[in-house]
C-alpha cells in the first residue's frame, strides 16, 4: 500500500531479542520517516510466528542500558510518540518486557490469537523504561495492571467470550 512502510525485527532464532543496533535502527527509522511527505504509517512486526519481540537481548543489555540515558535520538519509544503519523504493531506471538513497551508505544495493535504480553522486569529487579507503568493501567486498569507486572502474569490476546458476559 502505497504510504505504508513494513519495518520487521528479524532475528527469530532470538525470539526477535533487540540489540542496541537495533533500538538505534529503529528509532532512527521512525525519525527519519517523517520527513517523508508520502508516508501514512509504519506497520510494526517482528520476524518467524514465535514473537513479536522478547526484549533486549540479554547479551546485549549493559550496552543498552547504558545508552538509555536521555538520548532522545537513539530512543525507540521516543521516537515512536513522535511520530505524527500511526504506527501499527503486527503482535505475532510473545511482546515481553522492552517488546511490551514498544507494543503499547504503537496506536494500534493488531494481534494474532497467539499473541501473549508479558512483563518480567519485577522479577529482574529492573524498572520499566518506556511507559509500561503508565500506560498499561490506563488500558486494563490498576489492579490487572499491578496482577500483570508484579507479578508477571501474561496478557494473551484473545478474550475468552465467558470473561466478558
Known amino acids: 500500500v502505497k504510504g505504508v512502510f ?10 526477535n531479542a533487540m540489540t542496541l543496533e537495533m533500538l538505534t535502527t529503529l528509532a532512527h527509522i521512525f525519525r527519519n520517516a517523517q520527513s517523508n511527505p508520502q508516508m501514512r504509517a509504519i506497520i ?6 514465535s514473537a513479536f ?3 533486549v537481548d540479554l547479551t ?9 540515558e536521555e538520548n ?3 530512543d525507540t519509544v521516543y521516537q515512536m510518540d513522535k511520530c505524527a503519523f500511526p504506527i501499527i504493531g503486527g503482535v505475532n506471538g510473545w511482546a ?3 517488546g511490551f513497551e514498544i507494543a503499547l508505544a504503537c496506536d494500534l495493535l493488531v494481534a494474532s490469537p497467539a499473541a501473549v504480553f508479558m512483563d518480567t522486569h519485577c522479577q ?3 524498572v520499566p523504561a518506556w511507559g509500561l507503568s503508565q500506560r498499561l493501567p490506563r488500558l486494563i486498569g490498576a489492579n490487572r495492571a499491578n496482577e500483570v507486572s508484579l507479578i508477571g502474569t501474561p496478557v494473551k490476546a484473545y478474550v475468552d467470550l465467558f470473561d466478558i458476559l
Open 44 to 49: 510494526l512486526t517482528g520476524a518467524g510466528k
Open 60 to 68: 546485549s543489555a549493559r550496552a543498552v542500558f547504558e545508552n538509555d
Open 6 to 15: 513494513l519495518v520487521t525485527m528479524v532475528r527469530p532464532e532470538a525470539q
Open 124 to 126: 529482574f529487579g529492573l
Open 72 to 74: 532522545y535520538d537513539v
Open 96 to 98: 515481553v518486557n522492552a
Open 53 to 55: 519481540t522478547s526484549g
